[in-house]
């Protein structure tokens, strides 16, 4: 029992006995901050344009021709058999090929000598609503068959298998892997000490940085899809398993303890049971990263709905992206919220007549009275509820006719083959360009005033003078920052971070991407502080707003570069708007949790002083959740730098559109890889002046 | 919970003597690192803040030893911080004791290995915890019978148990209940038949009723007292609340910083003080309510002691007090058939009416 012995805290000093108050420092870090500012620009006004490091598109460094270099050994290497590259990475990426092949052949590819699937669209909706239906309730069954159809009518059907196949696959290693992982960090100290660096770095990592360095060893392809995805997946399983099992109170562990329980009892007779719901909104939290991976993973060329994006991205062609897109949203919904009933009912028997809906309530009830005593069990005061023995045999008899759905989708072609005369996704297309030339024609004016003024206010001064001033000013403002902001250990990672970047030699193309990032993330602290505020002030307007922010969380990165390229075209400003819009929802919860989190009695306190409605927010809400807002611009920062990358793609430019290139250009591999790197580097660096910056700041 | 009635005062401050229950000897827990090293040194004596200044480690129990006599209710008592939960949790190794040795049962606690401390707690020593600690996804019945689970006995046996222990502590029509649609008195009574179920010889409460309002707080102390009477375990019982541990322990342990300031039955604590903190902590007992005639009597004068009513020592004063007040003259107080003092109207009112001074 030494690790019970080892949870409890020395006992409660009272306050009278410890009167330990840190002094207030007053740290002048506004005054540090003009002095740093006054500096720079002076700087940038003597020197501009000396030491720009900029470097032509075409042009290769040192790392890039090495990394190039090092890729041609190791496809050598692989090519002739090299026990590490052939045999390891090469087994696991057979396995992994095969095991995507099999199910693809299963229900979305032709399987030779067969001209469709083994299974036909009739057999997998039918297989899919069952399984909805076994796991999350009839109206997320309904809700799953409406999405697989969704698919067919919009002539996805096999992308949409396919991503959902990558998806399922990904989502079943991590949890193989990461559920195991996360209990033994919550029972262990030395291995979640060890383990969690790794996370933190692994969610640190824009997820376009190590695509091509996977794409290297596991070769473009299911595989790779399948490695990225569980790379960017499994953290939020890991770590939630690990919340989950630790915050199981500790006064139940040593209860169990006390009735001599052994380890391996606690674990799955208290602890686990105990935070399965928790691990399963990590499930579900996973399920949703791996899909927003699983598009993007398109790149690599994983099979499914991302490819159909990349296309008309590619090619301007703003409405088949929204379908395709529509498809992804669609995708995203339903796993959302096939895994968050899920969860719900793995809490407790209870709730299950609740997940049947209304008319299944009083449909339910007619049907359990005239049932024998082992299908209903009665509970005092309350309906008759199925019992796990009736809902078996009911989901087992299911089974007939979805058996039946699958011969049939076996045997006849129609039922094989999503019917081609229903496809509606090219009208669909068609009338969103429609809609998209004259709705952009009405407000093209405003919609380019905001533009021009975003881009002459901030933009360009701003790009102007980070991206024209001397690197080594620059280098110098951002430790000085970090320093000011954080103390001295945010200033070493930075130091380290800004030399990987030289070392890159995309330093300039580093800085306009950081430009980029720092304007996005004023967007989106600006937004999320009017948004939160209301939020977190009224009930009504948090009732209304909160569903549609957690759809939009749900939504791969990916869809947002879709109606800002229809809104701005093609350009860097397009980025911007798609990272704001991608990050507004997070930091908008986070905020209006913290104005909702403020104590309601210093609110009535304050109500009492006879306070105004602008001096409640300024003078109590907004300072009292000074936490939060913190918390909100870290994770708005990451979150922009994700999607400011992948902007790549619609006109973002700089280290983005390097990354993006380096996937389709022979010769600009290593670059692409660099700039990768370049880009890691950034987001550790913002990520640990900001975490410093929230620890020093954030306690209010 | 009669020990006030019948128990000898000469030998209330040590358990009666050969098989106790439960015997705590130089039993020490320092928080820290390297607190095993403190135990023998100066550091020892001195106060908890100030170890905790020059080695930064937290003396929680420091230097205890009683012993519980089978069958007795044992409390221990002390504000929050005086190291009275860490002491319970040293009983059965939920924390490693730094020093000294439990006995319980004849079986030596601390020198244990992990299956002998399991089969302990498994089936000699159960608890009862402030906070419940229930398995919320678990029926009433199942949280009952979880002990008995874990120990593994077949479903049948245990079911049949728990049924008897829900019986037992009135909570029949509940089994099937999830502990959160229970009220709080009626889950710490779901943890009591847990505690129950397992047969222990020795149970222990960890302020069970702290978290419970006043009312359902009587309700239980008075379902303890009739448990104690059926069942006849001995009890250990953490409380912070002095008419809690007055009005059920046969004897009862002051603590204050990890020490201990006084052992005594009630009226011992009440009616003689160890020192300025204990009589400060009972100041506001009514005193009629806790002291025995032996408490108030007074040597007989010549010419008393020859007649009239007679009552026993250990009778409590206010229960005597309408007697005394009745009879004329002093009423001859007696041990056994051994005359030890008499009290007259003024020594019953001088408890009393103090009180009543007090209190105004």
Request: with cysteine.
């Amino acid at each position: 029992m030494t690790t019970l012995q080892t949870k409890r805290p020395a006992p409660a000093v009272t306050k009278e006995e410890q009167p330990y108050v840190e002094q207030g420092r007053n740290r002048h870090t506004g005054w540090w901050l003009l002095g740093i500012a006054v500096v720079w620009l002076g700087g940038w006004a003597l020197l501009r344009g000396i030491d720009t490091l900029v470097l032509p598109f075409q042009d290769q460094t040192t790392l890039s021709t090495w990394l190039n270099g090092l890729r041609d050994d190791i496809q050598l290497a692989a090519s002739q058999g090299n026990w590490f590259f052939d045999g390891v990475i090469g087994g696991i990426s057979d396995a992994l090929d095969g095991l995507v092949t099999f199910l693809q052949q299963l229900i979305s590819t032709p399987a030779p000598p067969r001209p469709v699937p083994e299974i036909g669209w009739l057999g997998v909706v039918a297989l899919f609503g069952w399984f909805g239906l076994a796991v999350a309730g009839a109206r997320m069954a309904l809700l799953v068959i409406g999405t697989v159809l969704a698919f067919g009518f919009v002539g996805y059907w096999s992308d949409g298998m396919d991503t959902l196949i990558i998806t399922t696959v990904a989502v079943v290693i991590c949890c193989i892997i990461g559920l195991p992982l996360g209990i033994a960090m919550a029972r262990r100290k030395s291995v979640s000490a060890a383990v969690t660096p790794v996370l933190d770095l692994m969610q640190t990592m824009p997820a376009f940085a190590y695509l091509a360095p996977l794409a290297l060893f596991f070769g473009i392809g299911a595989a790779s899809a399948v490695v990225c995805t569980l790379i960017y997946a499994i953290p939020p399983l890991v770590r939630i398993t690990e919340h989950g099992i630790r915050s199981v109170p500790a006064t139940t562990v040593e209860a169990a303890g006390s009735l001599g329980v052994t380890k391996r009892q606690l674990l799955r007779q208290v602890q686990i049971p105990m935070a399965r719901r928790t691990i399963v909104v990590g499930v579900n939290q996973c399920t949703m990263a791996a899909l927003s991976m699983a598009t993007i993973a398109a790149y690599v060329n994983g099979p499914g709905l991302g490819k159909p994006v990349i296309a008309a991205l590619q090619n301007l062609d703003v409405g088949a992206a929204a379908v395709a897109g529509l498809a992804i949203v669609l995708a995203a919904i339903m796993l959302d919220r096939t895994t968050t009933a899920a969860s719900e009912r793995s809490q407790r028997d209870s709730a299950r007549v609740a997940s049947v809906g209304r008319p299944g309530v009083v449909m339910m009830q007619v049907l359990l009275e005239k049932l024998p005593r082992w299908a209903s069990e009665e509970t005092k005061g309350r309906r008759p509820i199925p019992t796990p023995a009736f809902r078996r045999a009911a989901l087992g008899l299911l089974l007939i006719p979805v058996a039946i759905c699958v011969y049939y989708s076996r045997t006849f072609l129609s039922l094989a083959q999503f019917p081609e005369s229903v496809n509606v996704g090219p009208d669909i297309a068609k009338w969103i360009n429609d809609f998209t030339d004259s709705f952009v024609n009405a407000v093209d004016t405003f919609t380019n005033a905001f533009k021009n003024f975003i881009s002459y206010a901030f933009l360009n001064p701003l790009q102007s003078l980070m991206a024209e001033s001397p690197w080594w000013l620059m280098a110098l403002v951002l430790l000085a920052i970090a320093f000011v902001l954080g103390g001295w250990r945010p200033t070493v990672t930075t130091a380290v971070c800004e030399a990987v970047i030289l070392g890159t030699g995309l330093w300039n193309d580093a800085m306009v991407t950081l430009t980029m990032t720092i304007v996005a993330t004023v967007l989106v602290m600006i937004l999320a502080m009017l948004l939160g505020v209301w939020m977190g002030r009224s009930r009504r307007a948090d009732t209304v707003i909160r569903p549609f922010l957690d759809t939009f969380q749900v939504i791969p990165p990916f869809v947002y570069l879709v109606p800002a390229l229809a809104l701005f075209s093609s350009s860097r400003f397009t980025a911007i708007i798609a990272a704001t819009a991608y990050a507004v929802p997070i930091a908008t919860k986070l905020v209006a949790d913290g104005i909702r989190g403020v104590s309601p009695s210093t609110v009535e306190a304050a109500r009492s002083a006879g306070i105004t409605k602008r001096q409640m927010i300024t003078k109590v809400q907004l300072p009292m959740s000074r936490e939060a807002l913190v918390l909100a611009t870290n994770q708005g920062l990451l979150y922009v730098l994700s999607m400011v990358v992948i902007g790549g793609m619609v006109g973002g430019g700089s280290l983005g559109y390097l990354v993006i290139s380096g996937f389709s250009q022979t010769q600009l591999f290593g670059k692409g890889l660099a700039a990768g790197i370049a880009i890691t580097a950034l987001g550790v660096m913002l990520d640990r002046i900001a975490r410093y910056a929230a620890a020093r700041y954030g306690r209010a | 919970m009669t020990a006030t009635q019948d128990q000898p005062n000469t030998s209330s401050s040590t358990a009666s003597t050969g098989d106790s229950a439960l015997a705590v000897k130089d039993l020490w827990k320092i928080f820290g690192d390297r607190a095993d090293k403190i135990i023998g040194t100066p550091d020892a004596d001195l106060t908890r803040k100030e170890l905790q200044t020059k080695t930064g480690c937290v003396a929680a129990v420091k230097d205890v030893s009683f012993d519980v006599a089978p069958g007795e209710v044992f409390v221990v008592m002390g504000l929050s911080g005086s190291g009275k939960s860490t002491l319970v949790r040293l009983l059965t190794r939920l924390i490693e004791p730094t020093h000294g040795s439990v006995q319980m049962g004849g079986e030596d606690i601390t020198s244990a290995d992990d299956a002998k401390l399991r089969e302990l707690r498994r089936k000699h020593v159960a608890m009862v915890f402030q906070h419940f600690g229930l398995l919320p996804h678990r029926k009433v019945i199942d949280n009952v019978g979880f002990g008995l689970e874990v120990r593994g006995e077949n479903r049948q046996a245990r079911r049949n148990r728990a049924q008897e222990m829900v019986d037992l502590v009135g909570l029949s029509g509940y089994e099937n209940s999830y502990p959160d649609q229970l009220s709080g008195g009626m889950q710490q009574r779901v943890g009591l038949a847990r505690a129950l179920a397992a047969d222990p010889q020795v149970l222990m409460f960890d302020e069970p009723f702290s978290a419970l309002d006043p009312l359902i707080r009587r309700d239980m102390q008075n379902e303890v007292i009739r448990l104690h009477e059926e069942v006849g375990k001995t009890m250990v019982f953490i409380t912070h609340d002095l008419a809690e541990a007055l009005k059920l322990g046969d004897r009862i342990l002051i603590m204050r910083d990890g020490e201990i300031v006084q052992v005594g039955t009630p009226d011992q604590v009440v009616g003689a003080p160890a020192d300025d903190y204990v009589r400060d902590f009972v100041s506001d007992v009514p005193k009629s309510h806790v002291l025995t005639l032996r408490w108030v009597m007074r040597q007989p004068q010549p010419g008393e002691g020859e007649g009239g009513p007679a009552l026993q020592a250990d009778r409590i004063v206010r229960d005597a007090a309408r007697e005394v007040l009745a009879a004329h003259g002093p009423v001859r107080v007696f041990e056994g058939d051994e005359l030890v003092g008499v009290v007259d109207d003024e020594d019953i009112l001088r408890v009393v009416v103090a009180e009543e001074a007090s209190q105004s």
